[in-house]
């Protein structure tokens, strides 16, 4: 499965910003799908997943009530909106696609496919 990430950039703290992460296979459904952040000098995060039909998401405590993660299976993309970003949400996000059970679904290592990464800034 091949992911490509997009929608990054730069926005005030306070601002929204959608990113996208498209897969290419039509298997898309078969798969969880879960987005993680890196920002300088820290190690990779889970931020969000959600599982292959939609029905449950996990989140982060940091961002729940912030940032909401959707799919749309008929168009192999998983989206990451993310509302009153703050500037400590910076980072390369990345996009990840596995079978992770119930317990791993926040484990990076539960996730076999990965995006390249889309950088985003939140400036104070």
């Known amino acids: 499965v091949q992911l490509q990430a997009s929608g990054g950039g730069l926005v005030q703290s306070g601002g929204s910003l959608r990113v996208s992460c498209a897969a290419s296979e039509r298997t898309f459904s078969a798969y969880a799908m879960g987005w993680f952040r890196q920002a300088p000098g820290k190690e990779r995060e889970f931020v969000a997943a959600?599982?292959?039909?939609?029905?449950?998401?996990y989140y982060r405590d940091s961002v729940k009530g912030r940032f909401t993660i959707s799919r749309d299976n008929a168009k192999n993309t998983v989206y990451l909106q993310m509302n009153s970003l703050k500037p400590e949400d910076t980072a390369v996000y990345y996009c990840?696609?596995?079978?992770?059970?119930?317990?791993?679904?926040?484990?990076?290592?539960?996730?076999?496919?990965w995006g390249q990464g889309t950088q985003v800034t939140v400036s104070s």
């Open positions: 959600i599982r292959w039909s939609g029905a449950r998401t």
């Open positions: 990840a696609a596995g079978t992770p059970i119930i317990s791993t679904m926040t484990l990076s290592n539960a996730y076999a496919y």
